[in-house]
């Protein structure tokens, strides 16, 4: 029995792609076509790598005096900017 890897899913849609059966799949990679459904992410659309943003931002300097306030609240509040940047995480993430 053949592991599954987080390699092959991404074969294993990019195939499912371009050859639009699990029959087709399974012949190409050699698991069972059970196991390509399984794998099969809906609306999977591949990233091109040169397309990818990498974080090259400074880390926050390291403030103890952060953890003795008394109101936190101020601290869970993002700005615009910081929001953007998740959203760009959470791309540069995605499967």
């Known amino acids: 029995m053949?592991?599954?890897t987080h390699s092959d899913i991404q074969k294993i849609n990019r195939l499912y792609l371009q050859l639009k059966t699990y029959a087709a799949?399974?012949?190409a990679t050699g698991f069972a076509p059970t196991t390509v459904k399984k794998y099969i992410i809906p609306n999977f659309v591949?990233?091109?790598e040169s397309s990818?943003?990498?974080f090259e931002g400074p880390l926050p300097e390291f403030n103890p005096s952060i953890f003795r306030k008394d109101d936190w609240g101020d601290l869970c509040v993002l700005s615009e900017e910081?929001?953007?940047e998740i959203k760009?995480?959470?791309k540069?993430?995605?499967l």
């Open 52 to 54: 990818t943003k990498k």
């Open 46 to 48: 591949e990233v091109d």
């Open 88 to 90: 760009d995480l959470w």
């Open 92 to 94: 540069e993430m995605e």
């Open 25 to 27: 799949v399974s012949r």
């Open 2 to 4: 053949k592991t599954v």
């Open 82 to 84: 910081e929001i953007e």
